[in-house]
């Protein structure tokens, strides 16, 4: 689920299967590795309590039935037509009665995910139900240990995500603040993924070019478009399993699995 106001992060050619989620279109690795950033939603961290307990909970409210694979289907879909919308304009951008149509819209993709069709004003009723909800959002539990890790290694951490909200305050107020270099938001940099500008703030602030940064996130076209075409190397984590058979640049599902990504690439700071 892509809380409202946020948008809801290696390109080297290895040619064949690199065993890290398929073909790698990668390509002119010229320099060391100095900086990874990530994405926040759904890379970094996560509902609490999970997505689908919060979607289960407002379907019921409409005698729907739920499960988890069909809420992953959902969320897949109607995140698309989230990168969709953030491309166009952020959410913040739009008058409350268009943000309200668009959950809307977006609420009803999820449904059909899991096997519902119904139209917007029952959609709508979901969404809302949503939010009546208390729910707060939590550190997947492989974040602290990869981010402390990567900074000891001598990597620049950076989180980039299109929230509306101060970038530090995002990382003091969920909890990684001390394992990250820097934090920037849609707010402190007046952009958001995938626009360029939000990866350029990122390097300036890392100090590296493009193709010493990594960026790691789950949405293909916020976060791994973007990243691509600012010229960064992108690796897609993919924790609901959504894109199993993407295979332009390397996939995981999990943070402990990113370290086995730096080290195909052999490359590391200082080497």
Known sequence: MTPPGWCLTVHVALGASNGLGGRCRISGVTSHIRAVFFDLYDTLIGFDPPREVIQGRAMGTQGLTSDKDGIDAGYAMADSLMAEQTAQAPLSALTAEAQSDFFARYEQ??????????????????????????????????????????????????????????????????????????????MDVGASKPDPQMFRAALSRAGVDPIQAVHVGDQLETDIDGARAAGLNPVLIDRHSAATDYDDCPRITTLEEFPAVLKALRISPGE
């Open 109 to 186: 993709l999820i449904l059909r995910g899991a096997g519902h069709d119904v139209d917007l004003q029952t959609a709508g009723d979901v969404w809302r139900a949503v939010r009546r909800q208390e729910y707060g959002f939590a550190l997947y539990p492989d974040v602290t240990p990869a981010l402390d890790s990567l900074r000891a290694d001598g990597y620049v951490i950076g989180v980039i995500t299109n929230m509306s909200r101060p970038g530090e305050d995002v990382a003091e107020t969920m909890g990684f603040r001390d394992s990250v270099d820097f934090t920037l938001s849609s």
